[in-house]
């Protein structure tokens, strides 16, 4: 099919010659071929069977076993910079630990993890949750204590149950700061 246009010697061609010829390779939006479907995946909410890790660990995060609770964190600037100021600390390898008294009757934990050390988000949460799991570990010894952990040096994968020993040795050893 060739068109002229007005006030133009240029010929145009139709790019569509057939509707049903120029959408063959494409199929419509709700056309099933029976065919699978590539990714299934499976449901975000629903019961799972009795004794299956999934419903274990429901359980643990509502009974507060695993969820590292508010009360238990360093939230504010100042919360963190008073406990560096009080100059109690303990260093190793890879970390660098400060603590406080705080007068509350269970401990609270802040963690300092650098992106200037550590560069990939993935390995800064790593070490995060890491530290978080030594901290719960220990937190019957460490009531009535603030504790600041700072990351000193990147670590690698192979390192981190390491650095989980590191970290609860320093914790105890900074119960001495309790008063």
């Known amino acids: 099919m060739i068109i002229r246009l007005r006030g133009h010697n240029e010929t ?3 790019t569509i010659r057939d509707a ?3 959408n063959s390779w494409f199929s419509s939006s709700h056309e ?3 065919g699978r479907r590539c990714y299934q995946s499976s449901p975000r909410q629903g019961t799972s069977p009795p004794g299956s890790i999934a419903s274990d660990a429901r359980l643990k995060l509502r009974d507060g076993i695993i969820r590292f609770q508010k009360n238990k964190r360093l939230h504010k600037a100042e919360e963190f910079s008073s406990v560096i100021r009080c100059k109690c600390y303990a260093h190793s390898e890879f970390l660098q630990v400060f603590a ?3 007068g509350l009757l269970h401990p609270r934990l802040g963690l300092i993890i650098a992106g200037k050390v550590e560069r990939l988000a993935v390995n800064r949460n790593r070490v995060k949750r890491v530290l978080r ?3 719960r570990a220990r937190q019957q010894d460490l009531a009535g204590l603030d504790l600041v952990v ?3 040096r ?3 994968h192979d390192n981190s149950s390491r650095m989980a020993r590191e970290a609860e040795k320093l914790m105890i ?3 001495r700061c309790r008063g």
């Open 133 to 135: 799991e030594a901290f």
């Open 173 to 175: 050893q900074l119960q």
């Open 154 to 156: 990147r670590v690698s």
């Open 32 to 34: 099933n071929h029976g």
């Open 20 to 22: 049903e010829e120029t």
């Open 12 to 14: 145009h061609l139709s």
């Open 100 to 102: 406080k008294p705080n």
């Open 150 to 152: 700072r990351l000193r």
